[in-house]
C-alpha cells in the first residue's frame, strides 16, 4: 500500500446512519476473484437512484467519505473497503465504525476517522451545504480541520497504526522490513525442509 501521512481533499456526504458491509458493497460483487474493480458496485442498489449522492456531480473527485454513525457494520468483508478505496476514497470519517470493517481500512490504507456525534453532524451539513469544502486529515499529528468552518479535531488512531499507515505498511510490507533475518535465517536451513 502506499504511505498516507496526509490526506486533503474535498468530501461526499452520506447522511445514513448503520450502513454495513452489505449496502457498501452488495454481495452480487463478491464473485470478482481480483481486488479491483470494485469501485462501480461501491453502493450500487442505492446508486439505481439517480438523486443518491454518489450521482451527484457537485461530489465528483471527492476524496473523503463523510458518513453517519455505526459505519461499516455486519459482515467482515473486506470487499468493502476494496470498493471504496478503488472509488477513489483516502478516508472515511464518522461517529462510530464497526471494528473489523476499521481494521480492515487501515490494513490497505483507507484512513478511518472517527469523530464525536456533534463534529460528524457538523461535517455532514458543512459538506451538504458546500461540496468544495476542503478537508484536511494529518495521520501523525492525528488531526482533522476544516478551517472554512473553524474546525480542529483531534482523531484517536493508535501509535502502531498511524505507523503502518505512514509507512505503507500492509502485512506482507510488516514482514518484509524483516527481509535480512529471514533470508539469513533461510540459509542455514536443513537441505532436507522443504524450499520456501
Known amino acids: 500500500m502506499q504511505p498516507v501521512n496526509i490526506i486533503s481533499g474535498t468530501a461526499l456526504p452520506l447522511d445514513r446512519s448503520d450502513v454495513d458491509t452489505d449496502q ?7 464473485k470478482r476473484i481480483e481486488r479491483t474493480g470494485f469501485g462501480k458496485g461501491l453502493f450500487s442498489e442505492w446508486r439505481d437512484d439517480r438523486n443518491f449522492v454518489l450521482n451527484r456531480e457537485e461530489y465528483a473527485g471527492a476524496s473523503i467519505l463523510v458518513a453517519g454513525p455505526n459505519f461499516g457494520t455486519g459482515s467482515s468483508r473486506e470487499h468493502a473497503v476494496w470498493a471504496l478505496e ?7 470519517i464518522s461517529p462510530r465504525f464497526g471494528d473489523i470493517f476499521r481494521n480492515n481500512c487501515t490494513k490497505v490504507g483507507l ?6 456525534a456533534v463534529v460528524g453532524e ?3 451539513r458543512a459538506v451538504e451545504a458546500d461540496p468544495t469544502l476542503e478537508i484536511t486529515i494529518d495521520v501523525e499529528r492525528k488531526l482533522l480541520s476544516a478551517p ?6 483531534s482523531f484517536p488512531i493508535d501509535d502502531f497504526t498511524a505507523y503502518r499507515l505512514m509507512n505503507g505498511f500492509d ?13 539469513a535465517f533461510e540459509a ?5 525442509l522443504p524450499a520456501s
Open 188 to 192: 542455514t536451513r536443513s537441505a532436507w
Open 122 to 124: 457538523k461535517l455532514l
Open 148 to 153: 472554512s468552518i473553524g474546525l480542529e479535531e
Open 171 to 183: 502485512d506482507v510490507g510488516l514482514t518484509m522490513r524483516h527481509q535480512d533475518i529471514i533470508t
Open 24 to 30: 457498501i458493497i452488495p454481495s452480487d460483487w463478491l
Open 111 to 116: 484512513v478511518p476517522v472517527q469523530v464525536s
Open 86 to 92: 478503488d472509488y477513489g476514497f483516502k478516508a472515511v
